[in-house]
């Protein structure tokens, strides 16, 4: 939900339950309550003033939580993992590989994260690219 929908159905929570439980302390006669008019108005304000309170705390925590970002804005996630030996050989590339032009798909132009682990022994060969790579000689 929007931030400024969620707002004005907490304002509209909090007036709602202050003028509810004005007209229920006001309706209701409770043995308790003081006999004179200015008295149980009072009372009534009193009471119905902490209820709202109360409302408009918790609806106001709700209103004012930040959403999850908006999907354009929140960028790739790439998390890869490489175990090599001996003769072995693994490449890692976060983004588009040989592909011709275009933005970058991942890595810091996009505001992706990438992390790349890698583990090699023995004449083993590992390359990483966080982002896109080229490899055809075309391109930049």
Known sequence: MV???RWVVAVAA???AFG???WLARSV???WMPQGEADRWVVATAFATVVAGSVGVATGWWAGREGPPAPESRG???TQRAKVSDRGQAAQ???NQNAPGGRATTGHDSGGVVEQDAEASGDARITQVGGD???TG???
Do not use: E, I, K
Request: a positive charge; hydrophobic letters at 40%; charged letters at 10%.
């Open 133 to 135: 790579q080229n490899t």
């Open 20 to 22: 509810l439980c004005l």
């Open 93 to 95: 590339v976060g983004g």
């Open 76 to 78: 790739r996630r790439v």
């Open 138 to 140: 075309q391109g930049s």
């Open 14 to 16: 909090v007036v709602a």
């Open 3 to 5: 931030r400024s929908v």
């Open 29 to 31: 006669s409770f043995g």
